[in-house]
C-alpha cells in the first residue's frame, strides 16, 4: 500500500469530509461531478506529501534541474493516471466501492486538461512521466489555456467544432502559486545608460505592453517511487485590470486593452495564423510562456549562486 492515508477507513472519511466542506452535502445527495472533486482532493492531499518532500530533497542536494518548454502537453486524465502511478488504484477502487461508488464513473466525470491536442503535446507529457519515474528533478513548462482543445459534433452531416471549456468546474490537481508571478513585456524600445558611478551598462526598455504571468503547478507523479516533479503552466493576468479615466473620456477599448491582451494570450492553442494577426498572436503567446519560465528559473537559481554565467 502506498500511504497509510489510503488505507480504506480513513480515504472513505476524508472523502465524506471533502463532500461536506466544499459543497455543504452528504455523499448520498452530491453529484457525480462532486464526488470526483472530492476525491481527487483527496488523493490530491496524499501527493501533496510527496511533493514537498521532493522538492525539498532537490533543494538540499542543490539539483541540476531540467526545465523543458513546449507549446503543448497532452497529459490526458490526472486523477486515474496519479493513482496509477502512486500503486493505489486498487485500494481507492475497493473503498470508493464500500460507499457505492464506481471509480469508472468518477473517472468519466474529469474532462482532458486541455493543455495540447497532437503528437507533440502527448511526446511532452510522455517526457513528464519519464522523467519523473527516473527520478531526475524536473520542471514542464506552458500555457495554461482555457480552450487548449475542441469539441467535435455533427451538424447537418458536417462537423462542427466548439471551444472545450475545460475548467468549467475547476482542476482540482493544480495549486495557483500568484507569489511567483512575472511581467511579461512586449514591443517598446530599449534605451541604454551608462551609470557614471559603478560604469554598469544599464538597458531600460520603454514604451512597451505588458501582462502578468501567473503559474499553475500540477504535480508530475513517478511510478512507484515517491517523486514528484511539477507542470507549470502560466495565466495571463492584466497588470491594470481596468482604466477608469480612459472609460470615462469614452475610449472603452482603451480602458481594457492590457485585459483583452492577457485573455487573447491564453484563450486558444495554436491560433488560426494564415493571417498577419494570428501569426503575432503565436508569437507572442511563445514569448510569453518562455519569457516567463526563464525569469522564474533564473530567479530560483540566483538564490544559492551568484553567477548566473555557470547555469
Known sequence: MFSKRFEKETFKETVKENIKTLYRKT??????QQVFQAVSYAVKDVIFDDWFATQKAYDEADAKTVYYMSMEFLMGRALGNNLINMKAYKEVKEALDEMGINLD?????????????????????????????????????????????????????????????WLKEGNPFELRREEYAKEVRFGGNIRFERDPVTGKDNFIQENYESVLAIPYDMPIVGYGNHVVNTLRVWDAKAITDFKLDEFDRGNY?????????????VDVLYPNDNHYSGKELRLKQQYFFISASLQALIAKYKKKHSDVRKL
Open 27 to 32: 455523499i448520498e445527495e452530491a453529484s457525480p
Open 253 to 265: 477599448h482603451k480602458a481594457v486593452e492590457q485585459e483583452n491582451l492577457a485573455k487573447l494570450i
Open 105 to 165: 464513473i468518477v473517472e468519466d466525470q474529469e474532462p482532458d486538461a486541455a493543455l495540447g491536442n497532437g503528437g507533440l503535446g502527448r511526446l511532452a507529457a510522455c517526457f513528464l512521466d519519464s522523467l519523473a519515474t527516473l527520478n531526475y528533478p524536473a520542471y514542464g513548462c506552458g500555457i495554461r489555456y482555457r480552450y487548449g482543445m475542441f469539441k467535435q459534433k455533427i451538424e447537418n452531416g458536417y462537423q462542427k467544432e466548439v471551444p472545450d471549456d
